[in-house]
Nanobody, 119 residues
Framework: QVQLVESGGGWVQAGGSLRLSCAASGRTFSWYKMGWFRQAPGKEREFVASIRWISTTTAYADSVKGRFTIFRDNTRNTLYLQMNSLKPEDAAVYYC????????????WGQGTQVTVSS
């Protein structure tokens, strides 16, 4: 059974940094990729970044390129999102997700962690 638990959210001033973590349980060695998504109040959930679990190929939304870094630690079965130079528009609930098979969609989701950025 897949379980994803996010942590690391909180409050930060604009220009600051936060690191989100997602602890994964299950057969992570066979998963295709994992990703981070976010949802701000009144907006749809949007893609932030993804990483293929084996090859570590990454992808980013244009809005976070150069500021956010996604990486994983296989030994700890943990996914991370390092967020630098945060902007007020980055404030949202951030969700970790897993695509356990080569074909989409993402089929497992965490409960989310709140990120608040003050200007």
């Amino acid at each position: 059974q897949v379980q994803l638990v996010e942590s690391g959210g909180g409050w930060v001033q604009a220009g600051g940094s936060l690191r989100l973590s997602c602890a994964a349980s299950g057969r992570t060695f066979s998963w295709y990729k994992m990703g981070w998504f976010r949802q701000a109040p009144g907006k749809e959930r949007e893609f932030v970044a993804s990483i293929r679990w084996i090859s570590t190929t990454t992808a980013y939304a244009d809005s976070v390129k150069g500021r956010f870094t996604i990486f994983r630690d296989n030994t700890r079965n943990t996914l991370y999102l390092q967020m630098n130079s945060l902007k007020p528009e980055d404030a949202a609930v951030y969700y970790c997700a897993a695509q356990t098979k080569p074909a989409p969609p993402y089929d497992s989701w965490g409960q989310g962690t709140q990120v608040t950025v003050s200007s």
